[in-house]
């Protein structure tokens, strides 16, 4: 999984960068092909708490996953460019990173 989750944020990575960078509007088309491997994500993560996260929190932060997931799901019927660059760029985006190495672009904690 961690391999698919590495390929995931850089395609995420990649497609907010575009966005913010050089006003690319196809981040809605871009996020529907990445749909398979996000939802893969998402539900290995809501599938069990093995990471070792304090009860209350890991089921905050599954709540938290779902509405970025709705949000998603929101830009995309919404054709709303601003909500999936949000959606992704600080929400989807953080929870990968918590699965990566440093030098992959996960965080240092």
Known sequence: MREEIKNLFECVRDDTAAYLIYQDRTIIEKTKKNMPQIQKFVLWFLEDNGFGIEDELYRDMCRNLL?????IACAMEQCDIVLMNDALAYGLIEYLKLFLEPEEGGDTI
Request: hydrophobic fraction near 40%; aromatic fraction near 0%.
């Open 67 to 71: 509405n970025i997931l709705q949000d």
